[in-house]
């Protein structure tokens, strides 16, 4: 069967275990981490290929797949569904000559460089499922196409001081790169890479066959193919964007987005019709809230109950708090339950997880006294934390905690 | 377990002239109810809870926006190579649809076609969460022809045609009053019902031919003594909507977290379709007590005894009490709504005042600036 030609395809690496999202990441990979109330990371990222135009969309996955593969079913939820494109799961697989798992960010897309090909494409952009951000791909692609370039990489301006967390790269006045510095002590500009690349598919597919009989790769992008293809003198281009984009890979850096919502300087607007983020949305009633709560500064989804007091978080839906029970400054996943008179504070409450009666979860930083002990705390998924039990802040549960009398 | 041996049929159009202010644009089925639900969503998910695989849903004229709501069915997971959804207006001019007995005649290829053994038939104005296969063991435990789902209950006042059953020990329907005058308690007819589908065309073909065109007086009351025709009594929360009041009433009882127990269980949940709104976001100085609340809204002001469907903005210094607000409503600043039920899309600028009272709701139309 001959498929119609598409002119981009987007392979979407989602095989991370996303590590230092501890407890969050022990049942699913990091891309189907729940974020803002309704979403899951990659909602963003999905959306962005639509929105865009992108109609084929590979999503390479190795670690705890079940729930990733479940949430993007037929890809429905974000019009990828059509009949010869649309999102398709790549798992690894059995080969004539052998089964591999995914060794590396390039390895991946190498052991499906024939689902790529029967697109024929002449682009392929490759995304990472751990970033929360708007973008037009399609305004990197026409940059890529305008300056002839084999590799696009979006780049955003970061503050100087954390430039040394980020791959860096230096580009001459025409925006063309002449050096990729990974995590640089020094860094010479703030110009970060988004882990977003454009390629044209036949550069990248001749230096992806290379690569995998090269002794001692890591076949991953940012260390070896991107440096080997800038050693060649192929054209590589940094494409500037501005907006908003975070990674969320920390607990830390997932708490802050979330709360970057409740803050109307933010500039990510999830209600603007032109940019939708599409989702999978759960067969629920309408929240309600009752006459002994007291709502402020928060985001809530369909389907809570909430009889308590919400400040400054994020509830995602059927999460139920019971009357004398607060929540601030925290995000509590879907289906999770705060009993009476609990007080959960500077933490991030997985799914389906009950804090018992009284309970207190992490603290306000002004209340800790040493503040190197100081944290969000994360309870993990599916979890009882029984009556009267206290849970210091930075602690990650993992297990059932008894209740105290 | 999906797909058994029954079929559904959903008359989407009836009594809208009890509530045409609602209706004006839309049919009964597409009205809003409940902060993110339309009528239909409850006989059609009750359906499709009960594992009927197979709905034709009847619609006679406005049904712009049912169809827009209905979509391919996907919402209720209808959209199906083998049966799903199946949208039935007029063949040719809507006088075909002038009454329940010629509207299931011109639907009679529909009805012939099909292989499913029975029939639940319903309408869209009562807001109920059914079993019918409970409804269907129970008919099968009669050995029954026909069963006719009543509600024991004070009859709504306005309630077209009521039909006013009796019963045997046994509960075979033994006298089928329409019409009567009843104070107090009765048992009556929901217009839901469940039949053999060879013994309906059968019914219906029979009155045609005698151009005796009433439902209810010519099937049900004509019949019951000829055939087992047996009641199914349902307890749960099932209000009829009548009138505008009925209407308020309805949505703000689902304030109780008794009704909505009753209405939105778990593992029998009612579909509809959805938009992808973000969350709900309430702004620091918001004030919201006791109200039910669609996501996509942005509230700023104080709400209470509320029900907010998808979208609707609350302005700084408002306050909105005991009201009825459909989607992507906006409301501006320091205005003041009390008893107000207001339409899709209005405009309600800054300063405005508008009350109504509890048996007389104000009614703002689709799309209207205030």
Same mark, same amino acid.
């Given at each position: 069967?001959?498929?119609?030609k598409?002119?981009?395809?987007a392979m979407?690496?989602?095989?991370g275990?996303?590590?230092r999202?501890?407890?969050l990441?022990?049942?699913?990979a990091?891309?189907?981490?729940?974020?803002?109330?309704?979403?899951?990371?990659?909602?963003f990222?999905?959306?962005? $290929?639509v929105?865009?135009?992108i109609e084929?969309?590979?999503v390479?996955?190795?670690?705890q797949?079940?729930?990733l593969n479940?949430?993007?079913?037929s890809?429905q939820p974000?019009?990828?569904?059509? @009949?010869?494109s649309?999102?398709?799961?790549?798992?690894?697989?059995?080969?004539?000559n052998?089964?591999?798992?995914?060794s590396g960010?390039?390895?991946?897309?190498?052991?499906?460089?024939n689902?790529i090909?029967?697109?024929?494409?002449?682009?392929v952009?490759?995304l990472s499922?751990?970033?929360?951000y708007k @973008?037009?791909?399609?305004?990197?692609?026409a940059?890529?196409?305008?300056?002839?370039?084999d $590799?696009?990489?979006a780049?955003?301006?970061?503050?100087?001081?954390?430039?040394s967390?980020f791959?860096? @790269?230096?580009?001459?006045?025409?925006?063309?790169?002449y050096?990729?510095?990974e995590?640089?002590a020094?860094?010479?500009?703030?110009?970060?890479? %988004?882990?977003?690349?454009?390629f044209?598919?036949d550069?990248l597919r001749?230096?992806?066959?290379?690569d995998? &009989?090269?002794?001692?790769?890591?076949?991953?992008?940012?260390?070896?193919?991107?440096?080997?293809? =800038?050693?060649?003198?192929?054209r590589m281009f940094?494409?500037?964007?501005?907006?908003?984009?975070?990674?969320?890979?920390?607990?830390?850096?997932l708490w802050?987005?979330? %709360?970057d =919502? =409740? &803050?109307?300087?933010?500039?990510l607007?999830l209600?603007?019709?032109?940019?939708?983020?599409?989702?999978?949305?759960?067969?629920?009633?309408?929240q309600?809230?009752a006459?002994?709560a007291?709502?402020q500064n928060? =985001?809530?989804a369909?389907g $809570?109950?909430?009889?308590g007091t919400i400040?400054?978080s994020?509830?995602?839906?059927?999460?139920?708090?019971?009357?004398?029970?607060?929540?601030q400054?925290?995000?509590?996943?879907?289906g999770?339950?705060?009993e009476?008179?609990?007080?959960v504070?500077?933490a991030?409450?997985?799914?389906?997880?009950v804090?018992g009666?009284?309970?207190?979860?992490?603290?306000?930083?002004?209340d800790c006294?040493?503040?190197?002990k100081w944290?969000?705390?994360?309870?993990?998924d599916?979890?009882?934390i029984?009556?009267?039990?206290?849970?210091?802040p930075?602690?990650?549960?993992?297990?059932d905690?008894e209740?105290?009398? | 377990?999906?797909?058994?041996n029954?079929m559904?049929?959903i008359?989407?159009n009836?009594? /809208?002239d009890l509530?045409?202010?609602?209706?004006d644009r839309?049919?009964?089925?597409a009205?809003?109810f409940?902060g993110?639900?339309r009528?239909i969503?409850?006989?059609?998910?009750?359906?499709?809870?009960?594992?009927?695989?197979k709905i034709?849903?009847?619609?006679?004229?406005?049904?712009?926006? +049912?169809i827009?709501?209905?979509?391919?069915?996907?919402?209720?997971?209808?959209?199906k190579k083998r049966d799903g959804?199946f949208?039935?207006?007029?063949?040719?001019?809507t006088?075909?649809y002038?009454?329940?007995?010629t509207?299931?005649?011109?639907?009679?290829?529909f009805?012939?076609n099909?292989?499913?053994?029975?029939?639940?038939?319903?309408d869209?104005?009562?807001?109920c969460?059914?079993?019918y296969?409970?409804?269907?063991? /129970?008919? +099968?435990?009669?050995?029954?022809?026909?069963?006719?789902?009543?509600?024991?209950?004070?009859?709504?006042p306005?309630?077209?045609?009521?039909? !006013?059953?009796?019963?045997?020990?046994?509960?075979k !329907?033994?006298d089928?009053?329409?019409?009567?005058?009843?104070?107090g308690?009765?048992?009556?007819?929901?217009?839901?019902m469940?039949?053999?589908r060879?013994?309906?065309i059968?019914?219906v073909?029979?009155?045609?031919s005698?151009?005796t065109l009433n439902?209810?007086?010519?099937?049900?009351q004509?019949?019951?003594?000829?055939l087992?025709?047996?009641?199914?009594?349902?307890?749960g929360?099932?209000?009829?909507?009548?009138?505008?009041?009925?209407y308020?009433n309805?949505?703000?009882?689902?304030?109780k977290?008794?009704?909505?127990g009753?209405?939105?269980?778990?593992?029998?949940?009612?579909y509809?379709?959805?938009?992808?709104?973000?969350?709900?976001k309430f702004?620091?100085?918001?004030?919201?007590?006791?109200?039910l609340?669609?996501n996509g809204?942005n509230?700023e002001?104080?709400v209470e005894?509320?029900?907010?469907?998808?979208?609707?903005?609350?302005?700084?210094?408002?306050?909105?009490?005991n009201?009825?607000?459909?989607?992507d409503?906006?409301v501006?600043?320091?205005?003041?709504?009390?008893y107000?039920?207001?339409?899709?899309d209005?405009?309600?600028k800054?300063e405005r005042t508008?009350?109504?009272f509890l048996?007389?709701?104000v009614?703002?139309?689709?799309?209207s600036?205030v």
């Amino acid at each position: 069967m001959l498929y119609p030609k598409q002119e981009v395809v987007a392979m979407l690496l989602a095989g991370g275990q996303g590590s230092r999202l501890g407890v969050l990441t022990h049942k699913i990979a990091k891309p189907a981490v729940p974020y803002g109330g309704k979403y899951r990371i990659i909602d963003f990222p999905l959306s962005n $290929c639509v929105n865009s135009g992108i109609e084929a969309v590979g999503v390479l996955t190795q670690y705890q797949p079940l729930v990733l593969n479940e949430y993007i079913g037929s890809g429905q939820p974000w019009d990828l569904d059509s @009949m010869n494109s649309g999102v398709r799961v790549l798992s690894p697989y059995q080969q004539v000559n052998g089964a591999d798992w995914y060794s590396g960010t390039a390895n991946a897309i190498y052991q499906n460089i024939n689902y790529i090909d029967r697109y024929n494409p002449d682009y392929v952009v490759i995304l990472s499922g751990d970033h929360i951000y708007k @973008m037009d791909y399609s305004k990197m692609i026409a940059f890529h196409k305008e300056h002839q370039a084999d $590799c696009t990489i979006a780049v955003i301006d970061v503050p100087l001081a954390e430039a040394s967390r980020f791959g860096i @790269m230096n580009t001459n006045p025409d925006g063309s790169i002449y050096e990729f510095e990974e995590k640089p002590a020094h860094p010479k500009s703030t110009n970060a890479s %988004m882990g977003i690349y454009v390629f044209s598919w036949d550069k990248l597919r001749k230096y992806l066959i290379e690569d995998e &009989d090269v002794e001692g790769s890591e076949h991953d992008f940012g260390k070896n193919i991107l440096p080997r293809m =800038l050693e060649d003198g192929q054209r590589m281009f940094a494409y500037e964007f501005q907006g908003y984009w975070k990674d969320v890979g920390t607990i830390d850096s997932l708490w802050e987005s979330n %709360m970057d =919502l =409740l &803050d109307p300087n933010t500039p990510l607007d999830l209600s603007d019709e032109s940019w939708k983020i599409y989702s999978r949305n759960p067969v629920v009633p309408p929240q309600y809230i009752a006459d002994t709560a007291n709502v402020q500064n928060s =985001l809530i989804a369909d389907g $809570c109950n909430i009889a308590g007091t919400i400040d400054f978080s994020v509830l995602f839906s059927n999460v139920v708090v019971k009357p004398g029970a607060v929540v601030q400054d925290s995000i509590i996943m879907p289906g999770s339950v705060i009993e009476e008179g609990a007080v959960v504070q500077y933490a991030i409450v997985s799914e389906n997880t009950v804090i018992g009666k009284n309970a207190v979860i992490g603290m306000r930083p002004e209340d800790c006294e040493d503040k190197d002990k100081w944290g969000i705390a994360v309870i993990g998924d599916n979890l009882h934390i029984g009556q009267g039990v206290k849970v210091d802040p930075q602690a990650m549960i993992s297990t059932d905690i008894e209740g105290v009398e | 377990m999906r797909g058994n041996n029954i079929m559904g049929i959903i008359f989407s159009n009836l009594h /809208e002239d009890l509530i045409s202010e609602l209706t004006d644009r839309r049919t009964m089925g597409a009205v809003p109810f409940g902060g993110r639900y339309r009528l239909i969503d409850f006989p059609l998910s009750n359906m499709v809870n009960s594992g009927i695989n197979k709905i034709g849903v009847l619609t006679k004229s406005n049904y712009q926006s +049912l169809i827009d709501h209905l979509g391919t069915g996907k919402s209720w997971d209808l959209s199906k190579k083998r049966d799903g959804l199946f949208i039935l207006p007029p063949f040719a001019n809507t006088s075909e649809y002038s009454n329940r007995m010629t509207t299931l005649n011109s639907i009679m290829p529909f009805l012939t076609n099909s292989t499913e053994e029975y029939v639940v038939i319903s309408d869209c104005d009562v807001v109920c969460n059914i079993d019918y296969q409970k409804v269907c063991d /129970e008919h +099968l435990k009669n050995d029954a022809d026909i069963t006719l789902v009543y509600k024991r209950d004070q009859l709504p006042p306005k309630l077209h045609d009521p039909a !006013v059953l009796s019963f045997d020990s046994r509960g075979k !329907v033994i006298d089928v009053l329409i019409n009567a005058n009843i104070n107090g308690s009765c048992s009556y007819y929901m217009n839901m019902m469940l039949i053999k589908r060879e013994l309906l065309i059968e019914l219906v073909n029979k009155c045609i031919s005698k151009n005796t065109l009433n439902f209810k007086r010519d099937i049900i009351q004509a019949e019951y003594k000829n055939l087992n025709v047996y009641g199914y009594e349902f307890k749960g929360f099932a209000p009829v909507i009548t009138s505008m009041g009925d209407y308020f009433n309805a949505n703000m009882q689902l304030m109780k977290s008794e009704v909505r127990g009753d209405l939105f269980k778990g593992d029998r949940p009612i579909y509809t379709k959805v938009r992808d709104d973000m969350p709900t976001k309430f702004g620091l100085g918001s004030k919201v007590t006791n109200s039910l609340i669609g996501n996509g809204c942005n509230i700023e002001g104080e709400v209470e005894n509320c029900i907010l469907f998808k979208g609707v903005h609350i302005g700084k210094g408002t306050k909105v009490s005991n009201c009825v607000i459909m989607q992507d409503t906006k409301v501006g600043a320091d205005s003041n709504l009390s008893y107000v039920i207001v339409d899709k899309d209005v405009t309600i600028k800054d300063e405005r005042t508008l009350s109504g009272f509890l048996s007389y709701p104000v009614y703002i139309s689709k799309e209207s600036v205030v």
